[in-house]
């Protein structure tokens, strides 16, 4: 695994920690209209999105498309 690719992970488990951190705060907070629940939604609304970027590049087309280019690369460094 290349520096590239450890960045990759990286950023995806930030992520994912972050997402799971809201949620974990949101479910035990008592939203009592003050500005930290607005926050904390916010927050929420943000990192919901980010985590739906996160799963579908590993699980969907781009985890695809990076495997199809590194094959690509293997074939073209044979002789």
Request: aromatic share 6%; with cysteine; charged share 10%.
């Amino acid at each position: 695994m290349n520096l590239n690719d450890w960045g990759r992970v990286l950023v995806s488990i930030l992520v994912v920690c972050g997402f799971l951190t809201i949620v974990g705060l949101v479910l035990t907070t008592k939203l009592q209209g003050t500005a930290t629940s607005e926050v904390l939604l916010v927050l929420l609304g943000a990192l919901s999105a980010a985590f739906g970027q996160v799963i579908s590049y590993w699980v969907g087309s781009s985890s695809g498309s990076a495997q199809k280019d590194t094959a690509i690369q293997n074939l073209a460094a044979k002789p």
